[in-house]
């Protein structure tokens, strides 16, 4: 009469330790998947961002290169509707807009604006600035203007981009691949859009968007 509670006893007992072994494995299993369950929830925010900021960038250079002015309240308005949501406001949020026009200083243009010490000549300069958004992210890859100087939309001065070296945009030429293309030809201008945006997709430890950025030239 005592061998079917014996063996009622050693059953409970492996099914204490399969439970046992199950919640083992479980942890264990979670080391990997968990994170890599994070990892796609952030790639794949980031990717959506990616593509929504090279988009705006797009827009944003192509309507400023057909001589759209976005110093004007309705043209603002405009940019504000595309920038929607990335948390790109007139003059704050997440992220900025930087349009931008850049020539190549040549002695023609020394000559037309009387300047004797004509530092930039021969240089890619920045000849206008305008930000859309929060300026702390209003930072070009082409150079370093420090856009706090200037309104917003306001054209530079040649007594400015012709002389300052803080105006130059040296990484410009750089984007030509010289077998293929030919750099900007003296007298033209290139129209470019820089979008900046620095949204956190999760703000955990590692799992965080360091942001995305993308550019387009006219």
Not at 52 to 72: I, T
Request: positive net charge; contains cysteine; charged residues 15%.
């Amino acid at each position: 009469m005592e061998r079917w509670p014996r063996r009622g006893r050693r059953m409970a007992n492996r099914k204490e330790r399969e439970r046992g072994s199950t919640l083992i494995e479980f942890v264990l299993s979670s080391l990997v998947w968990v994170p890599l369950l994070l990892g796609t929830a952030v790639f794949s925010v980031n990717l959506i961002n990616a593509i929504r900021v090279s988009q705006l960038a797009r827009d944003s250079g192509h309507m400023y290169a057909q001589g759209v002015d976005f110093a004007q309240p309705q043209s603002a308005a405009l940019l504000t509707r595309l920038a929607s949501g990335l948390g790109i406001q007139n003059s704050s949020g997440g992220g900025a807009v930087l349009l931008s026009k850049i020539t190549l200083v040549t002695q023609q243009d020394c000559d037309a604006a009387d300047i004797k010490v004509c530092s930039n000549l021969g240089k890619y300069v920045f000849t206008s600035l305008y930000v859309f958004g929060n300026s702390n992210y209003a930072d070009s890859r082409l150079g370093s203007p420090d856009t706090s100087d200037y309104a917003k939309g306001t054209a530079l001065q040649p007594q400015d981009y012709l002389v300052k070296s803080s105006l130059r945009a040296p990484n410009f030429p750089h984007l030509f691949d010289p077998p293929k293309q030919q750099a900007a030809t003296p007298g033209q201008y290139a129209f470019v859009s820089e979008v900046t945006v620095n949204s956190q997709a999760i703000n955990w430890s590692d799992f965080s968007n360091t942001g995305s950025y993308a550019r387009s030239i006219f």
